[in-house]
Nanobody, 116 residues
């Protein structure tokens, strides 16, 4: 099993920055890729960014150029640096770890609110 703990959410003004962290523990050797998802009330959860064990990252178009995802193997921690934040509905950001065979794990989420 894999346990994920997120941190770093909060309230920030439009144009500001936040850095989210997700630390994995347990059977981290089984993780094939990790990602950040977000979900605002009444909407579907969407993947914001992901990183494969090869190091390849992917971003949803709406955050390209503003968000940067990094994974530090030594700390089993994934970071999402968010800059130039846009005011929108508050969302919960979730960390996800995929271990293959149709199995993934989720953190409990961290709230991000961007005020105008």
């Amino acid at each position: 099993q894999v346990q994920l703990v997120e941190s770093g959410g909060g309230l920030v003004q439009a144009g500001g920055s936040l850095r989210l962290s997700c630390t994995a523990s347990g059977s981290t050797f089984s993780i094939s890729d990790m990602g950040w998802y977000r979900q605002a009330p009444g909407t579907q959860r969407e993947r914001v960014a992901s990183v494969h064990r090869s190091g390849i990252t992917n971003y949803v178009d709406s955050v390209k150029g503003r968000f940067t995802l990094r994974f530090l193997n030594a700390k089993n921690t994934m970071y999402l640096q968010m800059t130039s934040l846009i005011p929108e509905a508050p969302a919960v950001y979730y960390c996800e770890a995929d271990v293959g065979v149709g199995l993934d794990y989720w953190g409990t989420g961290t709230q991000v609110t961007v005020s105008s």
